[in-house]
């Protein structure tokens, strides 16, 4: 029975973090299609109202600040690489098909990671996998009425490749908070550097830093916490392809709060990713 309530307490917890992760490409876009905000400053409130916020935290319960500048600068990196590609990508693109494209990167790169790391490689998980793949394969194929800008691909490419990485390194966390504190504050130190040399082209609005702001400190802070407080509990090809749930829950939202388009093709193409993550995911209950 303990067992049990761990396993549901585990999945409430994998799932409000993947919500979270799908909500900024959402927030993103909503404050990039103002033409109010500009990457760099979204980027730079983003994760310094979440760097603030976790040092607000850190400072109630223990009534000091602890900030090591003398190590762990690789996650931070890869956080601030992430957001900032991000944000430009979005400049110009969906936030479901932008967000499909992030994780389906981060698939790839997360899969080469375990077959490195030599986790077992099943028939099932690659059969679930392929499919998944192929749903996403199915969406993105160029159609008549579907255009893609191959730089800001280029740049969503590389904010997934970043994710996965900050992932992989958050297996490694002893403490959640501590490391998702640790990062944010060191990757806004990052971000504050390039915002300087991007100064003369800065520019927002009380509702796009409200947007920037929402999204560093809920759904980008909180949120990177329940992650990484879950991600040692799973293995890494698991911590992959349920990410692909991502684009869906995105697209969903995209629907419901962007307008953007519902088609067949996406009904089609969630089926099929749904599928193969349940089939990735699922195992045979031991007599």
């Keep these: ?15 409000l973090a993947l919500f979270s992760l799908s909500s900024n490409p959402v927030l993103c876009r909503m404050a990039m299609v103002t033409n109010q905000i500009d ?29 090591n500048l003398r190590n762990n600068y690789l996650a931070p990196f890869m956080l601030f690489l992430y957001a900032i590609t991000f944000s430009f990508s979005y400049e110009n693109m969906e936030a479901g098909i ?17 077959f490195k790391h030599k986790e077992s490689l099943t028939l ?27 730089f800001h691909s280029f740049l969503m490419i590389i904010s997934g490749v970043a994710w996965a990485f900050y992932t992989l390194l958050g297996k490694k966390s002893i403490n959640a908070f501590s490391s998702t504190k640790d990062n944010f504050f060191k990757a806004s130190l990052m971000a504050l550097v390039f915002m300087i040399f991007y100064f003369n082209h800065l520019t927002f609005d009380s ?49 419901l709060v962007l307008n953007e388009k519902l088609s067949i093709e996406l009904f089609t193409s969630t089926f099929i990713i749904l599928f193969g993550i349940f089939i990735t995911l699922f195992k045979k209950k031991s007599k």
């Design 1 to 15: 029975m303990k067992n049990k309530s761990l396993d549901i307490k585990l999945t409430f917890l994998t799932f």
């Design 39 to 67: 990457a760099v400053s979204f980027t730079f409130f983003r994760i310094l109202s979440g760097a603030i916020f976790l040092l607000l935290i850190y400072f109630y319960k223990t009534k000091k600040f602890d900030l």
């Design 98 to 114: 932008g967000t499909l494209i992030l994780f389906a990167v981060v698939q790839l790169t997360m899969i080469f990671m375990a």
């Design 124 to 150: 099932q998980k690659v059969f679930g996998i392929v499919l998944a793949f192929a749903g996403l394969a199915y969406l993105l194929y160029p159609k008549e009425d579907f255009s893609l800008s191959f």
């Design 207 to 255: 509702y796009t830093l409200f947007l920037a702001v929402f999204s560093g400190v809920v759904t980008s802070a909180l949120g990177y916490i329940i992650w990484y407080m879950v991600l040692p509990k799973m293995d890494i090809l698991t911590a992959g392809v349920l990410q692909l749930l991502s684009p869906v829950i995105a697209i969903i939202l995209g629907i």
